[in-house]
Every structure is written in structure tokens, then in C-alpha cells.
Antibody, heavy 117, light 107 residues
Framework: QVQLQESGPGLVKPSQTLSLTCTVS??????????WNWIRQHPVKGLEYIGYVYYSGSTYYNPSLKSRVTISIDTSKNQLSLRLTYVTAADTAVYYC?????????WGQGTLVTVSS | AIQMTQSPSSLPASVGDRVTITCRASQGIRNDLVWYQQKSGKAPKLLIY???SLQGGVPSRFSGNGSGTDFTLTISTLQPEDFATYYCLQDYNYPWTFGQGTKVEIK
């Protein structure tokens, strides 16, 4: 089973871009067996699905975030990335990268991102 | 997006109790329902997938049931380590959507 580790700035200013990376170990991000997802957990609103990227580069984004989000993979580094533009305080959350293979999901430990000036 | 309504939001219980959590989907989702357990400061842990299939390593006191729109998670005999927050997730279609969570707490 793959292991996932998120990294990135813990503090982002309003209107700026949130950028996170997820490093995958124990498996190849180029494997067609997995979908690579981002999910966030708001302090109050709960868990929200952001989107996925497949090894081919195909993506899906939650319509609620679609205009601001980009998910991509870097096969040379075995990483996936999340970019969220024009952030506001409502984007403050713990961000998780999550792999999905068949029915089984594996979650990273999560990283807290606070949007504040 | 499919809405998942989970109840109750809080469930006071004692060790040894049988507890049941309910999740209702706003439309039919076959058996595409997952249950997670989350402890403070940790990522959600997969308990049950496909509504009733127990993930490897999860104790057999956990069980899931349901199909279509109505689902349940049951803990047959609550153990001290089971006090946590539980979430349902529909993976029938995108965007995946979660229930609001049920906090099982000490009575």
C-alpha cells in the first residue's frame, strides 16, 4: 500500500495561490492502478472533495472549486500537486492527498493551511 | 452533487454498548458507500467499503449495511478505542460527498 506525505506552506495570504505537494512512496504515481485525489477538511464545514488526477493526466475537479483549482502529477518526482488560486479565509483547512485503488483509499497525514494576512 | 445526511451528530455511549449510525443519500447510490473513523489530529481511517465489506485489519465488531439510499454502521460492542468521529462517504459519482460526521463520545 502506498504512503502519502503532503507538504507546503502552512500560511497563505488572502488572494494568493495555495500550492501543496504530495510525495508518494511504496508505489509509482505512473501506475494505472491508482487515482490520486485531494480532499480537505474545514474546521467547521467538514470534509470536501477537491478533485483527482490520473496517471494519464486526466483530471476531475469539484464544480464548487473548478475555476480556481489545478491538480497535476510529476512522474519524475513521484509527486502530485494542488494549486488553488485566489484563496480566502474559507479555504483554511487541513488538506489531504488520498490514493484510490479499487475500493481502497489511503490517506496522507494531512497538512493545515491557514489563509490569513 | 449527492447530499449525504448522517445522524446523529453526537452519540453518547458507554463501553460495551451497541451503537448504530445512519447515513442517507439524497439519491440512490447502489452500495457505493464508505465508512471512516477519525481520531483527533489524524487522517480518516477506512473501516468499511462497498457498504458492508470490512477493510483488512478492522475488528469484526464493526459492520455496515444498506443499499440504495439508506445505510448503517454498527459497532456491536463499543470498546474504549472506538470513541471517535465517524463519517460516511458516497463514491457512487463525482464529486464524492461526505456526511457531516457522528461523534461517539463517552456518556
Amino acid at each position: 500500500q502506498v504512503q502519502l506525505q503532503e507538504s507546503g506552506p502552512g500560511l497563505v495570504k488572502p488572494s494568493q495561490t495555495l500550492s501543496l505537494t504530495c510525495t508518494v512512496s511504496g508505489g509509482s504515481i505512473s501506475s494505472g492502478a491508482y487515482y490520486w485525489n485531494w480532499i480537505r477538511q474545514h474546521p467547521v464545514k467538514g470534509l470536501e472533495y477537491i478533485g483527482y488526477v490520473y496517471y494519464s493526466g486526466s483530471t476531475y475537479y469539484n464544480p464548487s472549486l473548478k475555476s480556481r483549482v489545478t491538480i497535476s502529477i510529476d512522474t519524475s518526482k513521484n509527486q502530485l500537486s494542488l494549486r488553488l488560486t485566489y484563496v480566502t479565509a474559507a479555504d483554511t483547512a487541513v488538506y489531504y492527498c488520498v490514493s484510490r485503488s479499487g475500493y481502497v483509499t489511503s490517506w496522507g497525514q494531512g497538512t493545515l493551511v491557514t489563509v490569513s494576512s | 452533487a449527492i447530499q449525504m445526511t448522517q445522524s446523529p451528530s453526537s452519540l453518547p455511549a458507554s463501553v460495551g454498548d451497541r451503537v448504530t449510525i445512519t447515513c442517507r443519500a439524497s439519491q440512490g447510490i447502489r452500495n457505493d458507500l464508505v465508512w471512516y473513523q477519525q481520531k483527533s489530529g489524524k487522517a480518516p481511517k477506512l473501516l468499511i467499503y462497498a457498504a458492508s465489506s470490512l477493510q483488512g485489519g478492522v475488528p469484526s465488531r464493526f459492520s455496515g449495511n444498506g443499499s440504495g439510499t439508506d445505510f448503517t454502521l454498527t459497532i456491536s460492542t463499543l470498546q474504549p478505542e472506538d470513541f471517535a468521529t465517524y463519517y460516511c462517504l458516497q463514491d457512487y459519482n463525482y464529486p464524492w460527498t461526505f456526511g457531516q460526521g457522528t461523534k461517539v463520545e463517552i456518556k
